[in-house]
RNA sequence: ACCUCAGUAGCUCAAUGGCAGAGCAUCCGGCUGUUAACCGGAGGGUUGUAGGUUCGAGUCCUACCUGAGGAGCCA
């Protein structure tokens, strides 16, 4: 918004130390407000930090201690004032308030309804627009663009094209999840749950590619690990087989920690996170295979520690991730999975073609599978054999096949949701904090 | 669909089957260094809904509604 011209440099509160002493303009909110006798404390917020004013009432005009004294938290204020580096603030400096615009008044008899106190988890996603402007909740939306940067940087730097999926698609892309449908001009449609079978196509076209983008599940999941809409990034690169995989995967995710870690500590820090379990997170990730994975559960039985005897052949439940990664400091990768509890497109082991060649990371705290991926079947005549097995319409499959009949390759790739990645790293134990608007089997509102 | 828990003031919660309460928020007053400030006062209630038991139900019983956590599925 354009405002009357100002005589003082307009800054943020985030840079208010490279003005100490001058005086400055600060355009943001009233965050809340202490007040002692003729001392007024304002806390002001601009998205980009917060600082404490002062209004002493024989420094300034009674219009001036009026009108803060009368400010409503939330409400909407172009503040001039002196910058003061003092000990006392917990961001090394106050302002001397000279001049309050008030640009926006909330109302007394309907105040904000996020308080500094405790709320329940119900009020505030019913609150989601407003509880964004909370510091806790502020610092994790910070931490997720900075993933999603160092994401982007990680793939750039590594010739990765970005080639973005459709997110209207025909069918199922794997038969297994349930998908949100919708009417496509008289036509049945879906809403993408992976864009993995349109990138294989890229991938072949271009080399290496990624994409990032929404992706839908309509499962009546109720977890802390679940949401209907979340964002997955998806690398797939021709010529490369599981254990070139494997190692991008290992790098990916010690890139995006050692990034957070390096430029995001602040908002680390207000949200609480222990950092020493993040400083772990560095290449090589301890590599076992399924097998190795069952012998650990069954050990973990037999001592006691896991409820469920595992036996070899199914998937791992949560309880079990929780277990396998919690033997280790950083992420796991768990690698060669029956083929029967994985997809049709996996390719199979060639020394054993019971197991498929796919590879899960398991974040450490019991944060679970972050990313899924697998070496895909090249051969034309294998996967019209697995799509009959999974009784999938053929027909929908043609185009995805022609990349078997076409210039076929050995390829791979994994997706990692970003959800859970930024859940893991910022330490919170539920993913709705990690989206600014969460879908989920119960809110669809705001 | 399954298991567990919850629903009382704007918010967070208390109340042995016997007068509906507190803290915070809001408003009024006090305090010149407050850090989720403090002190005094005021307003604020269809106890999720519908039945039932009882002299009497926020409390006990039944059904339903809404939500949370888990399991399953997955990223």
Same mark, same amino acid.
């Given at each position: 918004?354009?405002?009357?011209?100002?005589?003082?440099?307009?800054?943020?509160?985030?840079?208010?130390?490279?003005?100490?002493?001058?005086?400055?303009?600060?355009?943001?909110?009233?965050?809340?407000?202490?007040?002692?006798?003729?001392?007024?404390?304002?806390?002001?917020?601009?998205?980009?930090?917060?600082?404490?004013?002062?209004?002493?009432?024989?420094?300034?005009?009674?219009?001036?201690?009026?009108?803060?004294?009368?400010?409503?938290?939330?409400?909407?204020?172009?503040?001039?004032?002196?910058?003061?580096?003092?000990?006392?603030?917990?961001?090394?400096?106050?302002?001397?308030?000279?001049?309050?615009?008030?640009?926006?008044?909330?109302?007394?008899?309907?105040?904000?309804?996020?308080?500094?106190?405790?709320?329940?988890?119900?009020?505030?996603?019913?609150?989601?627009? =407003?509880?964004?402007?909370?510091?806790?909740?502020?610092?994790?939306?910070?931490?997720?663009?900075?993933?999603?940067?160092?994401?982007?940087?990680?793939?750039?730097?590594?010739?990765?094209?970005?080639?973005?999926?459709?997110?209207?698609?025909?069918?199922?892309?794997?038969?297994?999840?349930?998908?949100?449908?919708?009417?496509?001009?008289?036509?049945?449609?879906?809403?993408?749950?992976?864009?993995?079978?349109?990138?294989?196509?890229?991938?072949?076209?271009?080399?290496?590619?990624?994409?990032?983008?929404?992706?839908?599940?309509?499962?009546?999941?109720?977890?802390?690990?679940?949401?209907?809409?979340?964002?997955?990034?998806?690398?797939?690169?021709?010529?490369?087989?599981?254990?070139?995989?494997?190692?991008?995967?290992?790098?990916?995710?010690?890139?995006?920690?050692?990034?957070?870690?390096?430029?995001?500590?602040?908002?680390?820090?207000?949200?609480?996170?222990?950092?020493?379990?993040?400083?772990?997170?560095?290449?090589?990730?301890?590599?076992?295979?399924?097998?190795?994975?069952?012998? =650990?559960?069954?050990?973990?039985?037999?001592?006691?520690?896991?409820?469920?005897?595992?036996?070899?052949?199914?998937?791992?439940?949560?309880?079990?991730?929780?277990?396998?990664?919690?033997?280790?400091?950083?992420?796991?990768?768990?690698?060669?999975?029956?083929?029967?509890?994985?997809?049709?497109?996996?390719?199979?082991?060639?020394?054993?073609?019971?197991?498929?060649?796919?590879?899960?990371?398991?974040?450490?705290?019991?944060?679970?599978?972050?990313?899924?991926?697998?070496?895909?079947?090249?051969?034309?005549?294998?996967?019209?054999?697995?799509?009959?097995?999974?009784?999938?319409?053929?027909?929908?499959?043609?185009?995805?096949?022609?990349?078997?009949?076409?210039?076929?390759?050995?390829?791979?790739?994994?997706?990692?949701?970003?959800?859970?990645?930024?859940?893991?790293?910022?330490?919170?134990?539920?993913?709705?904090?990690?989206?600014?608007?969460?879908?989920?089997?119960?809110?669809?509102?705001?």
């Amino acid at each position: 918004m354009q405002t009357s011209v100002e005589p003082h440099p307009v800054t943020t509160i985030s840079s208010v130390g490279r003005h100490a002493g001058e005086v400055v303009v600060i355009r943001g909110w009233l965050y809340n407000k202490r007040e002692s006798g003729k001392l007024l404390f304002p806390i002001f917020r601009d998205g980009t930090g917060l600082i404490q004013g002062v209004v002493a009432k024989n420094a300034v005009p009674p219009e001036v201690f009026d009108a803060v004294k009368s400010l409503t938290d939330e409400s909407s204020v172009i503040v001039t004032g002196k910058v003061r580096a003092d000990e006392r603030a917990p961001g090394g400096y106050e302002l001397d308030v000279q001049r309050v615009e008030v640009v926006q008044r909330v109302p007394e008899d309907d105040p904000f309804p996020i308080t500094r106190k405790e709320h329940g988890v119900d009020f505030l996603m019913e609150h989601r627009h =407003l509880w964004v402007r909370t510091p806790r909740q502020a610092a994790i939306l910070r931490v997720r663009s900075e993933i999603e940067k160092a994401m982007h940087d990680f793939f750039d730097d590594r010739d990765f094209t970005r080639t973005d999926p459709p997110i209207l698609t025909p069918a199922a892309c794997e038969g297994t999840s349930t998908l949100f449908p919708v009417d496509y001009f008289e036509e049945q449609a879906f809403l993408t749950q992976s864009g993995q079978l349109y990138i294989e196509a890229t991938a072949l076209a271009l080399g290496k590619v990624y994409s990032f983008g929404p992706t839908f599940r309509a499962e009546k999941s109720k977890t802390r690990r679940h949401l209907t809409e979340f964002w997955m990034v998806e690398p797939e690169v021709a010529y490369l087989e599981l254990d070139g995989l494997m190692a991008l995967a290992e790098e990916f995710v010690s890139h995006i920690v050692a990034r957070v870690l390096e430029r995001r500590r602040p908002e680390l820090q207000i949200i609480g996170r222990d950092l020493s379990k993040l400083a772990s997170v560095k290449p090589p990730f301890p590599r076992i295979s399924y097998d190795d994975a069952v012998q =650990l559960l069954q050990e973990g039985h037999a001592k006691g520690e896991l409820e469920a005897k595992f036996e070899w052949g199914g998937d791992f439940g949560s309880p079990d991730e929780t277990y396998i990664s919690a033997q280790f400091d950083r992420p796991v990768i768990v690698h060669r999975y029956p083929a029967q509890v994985k997809a049709f497109y996996m390719e199979p082991d060639p020394k054993r073609p019971e197991l498929a060649l796919a590879c899960d990371v398991l974040a450490p705290e019991g944060y679970g599978e972050i990313i899924g991926g697998s070496q895909r079947t090249a051969s034309y005549e294998l996967l019209v054999q697995r799509i009959q097995q999974h009784n999938l319409p053929i027909e929908a499959f043609r185009w995805y096949l022609d990349l078997r009949k076409y210039g076929s390759v050995p390829h791979s790739g994994f997706g990692m949701g970003i959800e859970r990645a930024v859940a893991w790293i910022c330490g919170l134990d539920h993913v709705r904090e990690t989206i600014p608007f969460a879908r989920m089997l119960h809110r669809l509102y705001p």
